[in-house]
């Protein structure tokens, strides 16, 4: 028989894995709810032509990475990103009637059939958030600001913040004039990719990671020749908050980002290269005042962002609590299985994480799976502990042990816990 293995670029995340991807996923989720924003959760299935209107139709997302297939007749996708959800969910239940301001953050899988490499894969976890309703600069620079807090808990160094501004549609309809006009006479230089963009998505050309296309582009004209007065004042503003803010940033005028739906503002927050390699990009975001509307819905402007989680966690120091459990409770005998089992819940319900050892192997080995699971403390069941209803506590950090009654020892343990013996590892870290 074959071994069968996961789906290529789609990775188990084993437990001993998980400490670290929940520790920044309790950081983010605790990061967004001081600032006001709640959790959403929306499905990892939705119609592929929410995916194609709001991302748009000649983006590489919608052109090439998308999971789409027909189920009795209904075209349906696995989601791409979260954004598009968010606002098909805003729309659905008609949350711009019942609130001027909505802010939404969300966590969760997205799949992208792209060629897998470090921090690029098909299945994907996006930590994310979006605002609706507020079409200011303020909103733009507070998120982002809050986004180079996150990270600097994490803790995420090196990371670099670059603005954008894209203008409205009538702004960018000049840009993509202009640049098909500068890069006409130069598409032979392009990369094969690039020369079909050019009469699809121009804009994309700059996007490109493709050397040839990085030096054709290198001095076309940029956006920020054709922005609107208001375009202007509103990217003049998103500077000085941040500014103000001391939040450092850079204005990248080449950054564009590769989905259709963003106006004004886009930024990005590159992590350092040689953590990341080639998808040094940890967070994307910007505004999509238009997208709303697009879906059918009333005009009601938006922000937001998503980051990857893989990528944080490559680029992160963040550290995964170390044990699994406080204490193992080791029945030495078939009489002791009872006994422990009522012990181990004892345990439990007084706060305490602990196994129970069932196996009926012998003390030994029952003592090094304590240890491998990083038990402060294992409480041995016996025959002669049995008989005298009393519990053999044993410290594993400090190497000592004491015969004390099950009450004792449910004093005893959480106390110890507070104050790790002298040298032993500290208990039980929470999130950093
Ligand atoms: P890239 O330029 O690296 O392809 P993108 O522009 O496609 O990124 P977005 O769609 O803006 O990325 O997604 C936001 C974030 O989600 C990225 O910055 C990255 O951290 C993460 N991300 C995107 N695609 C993947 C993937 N295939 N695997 C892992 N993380 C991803
Ligand atoms: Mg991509």
Redesign the pocket.
Known sequence: MTLLRAVKGMNDVLPDEIGRCQAVERLFAETMARAGFREVRTPTLEPTPLFVRAIGEAT??VEKEMYSFEHHGEPLTLR??GTAGAARAYLEHAIHAKEPVTRWWYSGP?F?A?RPQR????Q?F?L?AEVFGDPGPGCDAEVIDLLVGFLDALPVTGAAVLVNSIGGKQARERYRDALVQYLTPRSSTLSPDSQRRLSTNPLRIL?S?DDKDRTAVAEAPTIHEFLDADDQAHFAALRAHLDALGTPYAVDPRLV???DYYTRTLF?IKGAEDKLG????????GRYDRMVAELGGPDVPAFG????????LLASGVDAPGRVVDAVVVPIGAAAQSPALALGRDLRRAGIRCDIDTRGTSLKSQLRRATALGARFALILGESELREGLVQLKDLDAHSQERVTPEVALRSIPDSLRNPAGGATAPAEEAP
């Open positions: 590489d997302v791409p990103e997205m992208r792209e921090g690029r894969y098909r994907f996006q994310g996007d990671k980002r590769g989905l990005e080639s998808g040094s990009t940890l967070v994307g975001g962002f998503a980051m990857g989680l893989e990528r944080l």
